[in-house]
């Protein structure tokens, strides 16, 4: 399925007028550390791409996973501030170059992680450089391979009790899964003219998995 640069595009502009659904500050752990991931596309032809990374096989955590440029906020930092940072510091992305349209609903991550995804928009294919230290490889699927049917599929994890369905996407070179998935299906869903709520759900994950002291 190929879905046009200029419908995608315009699809995204729900989320500029949109506000996006943020945890209580109550249910946040104290402990988790706040980050941000850009999760950018640009037009190709009567295609689109995103930007994802594998990450390098020496980092301290999630090592070779697929996954958005980004990372934890420095003080005094935005969301989209350390979003935009991120993907210079990892991919040579000219933070000038990204039009920044709007965040997804909040996200989190086991390894204790506050997270906001920001959406961004490229006219034109960027200049990408990836960084050694950080990033293995640089990969841009497009919307079409992502978009066909046989590119999902499932696998179903127990955790305390409960089952979670996790998602993967196979694409040329590589494959996403986990919440990087569920957070790039978020934002293509946007852009189909759906209305995603991630939010809620994520929400009711936190808390089961971290309880605040006044539910226990």
Known sequence: MRLPGSRFREGLEVLRRREPFRFPASAVPDDFDRAAVLVAFWPEG?????????????????????????????????????????????VGLDPAAVEVIGDLDDAWSGARIHIVPVVGWLASPPRLEASPAEVAEILTPRLSELLDPGALSHQEVEHRGRIYRNRTLTFEGGEVYGLSTDMLIEAIDWGRGEEPARGPDRLSELQAHHPSPDSL
């Open 46 to 90: 009567d295609d689109v791409r995103c930007l994802l990374t594998r990450r390098a096989a020496d980092l301290r955590s999630h090592q070779g996973q697929v996954a958005f440029p980004g990372g934890r906020l420095d003080p005094g930092e935005t969301w989209r501030e350390a979003a935009l940072r991120e993907a210079w510091e990892e």
